[in-house]
């Protein structure tokens, strides 16, 4: 197993088979981005530092996919509840930031 939280959260969404959207968990074992990060047990600090780093790769890939439209901000789970937000989009955002995760831990 991975040390890479992102991987980690990637891995529990099983290939898209276990990602949905509109809700952190769905009760039949599918969640969203939101809700696999939650389902790993990160402290706050964690959890922020990661959503964090999610958001800057949303922003970079998918602009408009992920802003609030009240807050102006880029957020994980209106990106994932976007319509137009397949799992293939997931995948490249959770992979990009999963790398970037990578680079900040690697000396």
Not at 1 to 10: E, F, I, P
Not at 50 to 70: K, S, W
Request: glycine share 10%.
């Amino acid at each position: 197993m991975t040390d890479n939280v992102l991987d980690q959260a990637r891995d529990r969404l099983d290939g898209g088979r276990a990602w949905c959207k509109n809700v952190d968990r769905d009760g039949q074992g599918r969640m969203c981005i939101v809700g696999a990060i939650g389902s790993l047990g990160l402290d706050q600090e964690g959890y922020q530092a990661t959503r964090a780093v999610l958001e800057g790769v949303i922003a970079e890939q998918y602009p408009y996919r992920g802003i609030h439209t009240i807050h102006g901000t880029v957020m994980v789970s209106v990106f994932n509840d976007h319509p137009d937000t397949t799992w293939a989009d997931v995948d490249v955002v959770l992979d990009k930031a999963a790398r970037i995760l990578d680079e900040q831990v690697t000396p």
